[in-house]
Nanobody, 123 residues
Framework: QVQLVESGGGLVQPGGSLRLSCAAS????????MGWYRQAPGKQRELVAT???????IYADSVKGRFTISRDNAKNTVYLQMNSLKPDDTAVYYC?????????????????WGQGTQVTVSS
């Protein structure tokens, strides 16, 4: 099991910035992915950004150039720096931790989710 503790959400005006953090603890394997998804009211949960243990990152087109994902492997913590926030960024943001456990010819994938943190962008 992996436990996740999120922090950093809140209310911000359009054009403002927020930084989300998510600290993981428990059964953490060396090959993993950490990242953020979000879900707005009435919409499906969508990818925001992920980073894997090799340092590769993926961003949704809607946040490229505005959001930056980073991780501190020593602390098993992932961060999401959100700049130039827009009202469309309003959502509950969920932290994802994905363990990739090597098998003989494949990986066993185990996903863990945080409890979610509300981000509201409004004037």
């Amino acid at each position: 099991q992996v436990q996740l503790v999120e922090s950093g959400g809140g209310l911000v005006q359009p054009g403002g910035s927020l930084r989300l953090s998510c600290a993981a603890s428990g059964s953490i394997f060396s090959i993993n992915v950490m990242g953020w998804y979000r879900q707005a009211p009435g919409k499906q949960r969508e990818l925001v950004a992920t980073t894997n243990s090799a340092g590769s990152t993926i961003y949704a087109d809607s946040v490229k150039g505005r959001f930056t994902i980073s991780r501190d492997n020593a602390k098993n913590t992932v961060y999401l720096q959100m700049n130039s926030l827009k009202p469309d960024d309003t959502a509950v943001y969920y932290c994802l931790f994905r363990n990739l456990i090597p098998l003989t010819t494949d990986y066993d994938v185990n996903d863990y989710w945080g409890q979610g943190t509300q981000v509201t962008v409004s004037s």
